[in-house]
């Protein structure tokens, strides 16, 4: 490639310019700043996939877990510990291995958010708030515990129809602001999902109870996400 140096320069070459001239203490001759841009494009059309480089991500994680209606809730549910794959699709989970990240990801949680699916009744969604609690694990520790309701979802409907008196309720505001964040104090990053390293989120209670049998209703229908950053492979 030939490049005219006394003439106009792509922002590319300019910055590949900047950096030889830099780093050769301002003593890059033309030949130089030509060299290091063939092999920029040498590097641009070979394969894309970078060893020991990682492509970090704003992400989220989630899992949905349902029971029916006219049922017994359990007194525990495990989310992250059923991958895609047989009656598991991607509506209900992006996870493809069992509490953990496929190699080398690595993820930092900075939300822990429930939803509440719309279609449930306000009954349902009352006595779950009020009956479960939940535990967030990353390996042999809890990170974030509490009510679920203390972990609102920061998504959703809101608002109230009169029509055929149906009503809509979440956890929360529909608002990615009306979210718990794990930022503060001395922890910059959130609480840290190593690489390998086996996480859940357990709602729990010490009894369940039986969903309504109203018309429509769908039973429980609830939504976990962990909201962060994600760290994977470039490629």
Known sequence: MQTTYHGRRTLVETGVAMRVNQKMKGKATFDDIERAIRQGNKKRNANPIEEGRADIVPWILYNR???????????EYDFFTTP??????KQDTNLSQVSTLEQPQHFNTTSLQFYFSSRM?????GTFLDTYYCEFWIGGKVYAEGPLSQFPGGSGLAGVSTQNNIGVFTNG???PLAVVDFR????????HILQ????KVKVITNAGFATQTNTGNIGLNLLTVLEGVLSRGVQ
Request: without cysteine; aromatic residues 6%.
């Open 84 to 89: 895609i794959g047989g009656a598991v699709f």
């Open 184 to 191: 503060i104090g001395d922890n910059p990053i959130g609480h």
């Open 196 to 199: 390998g390293q086996s996480f």
């Open 121 to 125: 009744t306000s009954l349902d969604i």
């Open 65 to 75: 877990l349902t029971t029916a209606a006219g049922t017994t809730t359990s007194v």
């Open 173 to 175: 505001l529909p608002s």
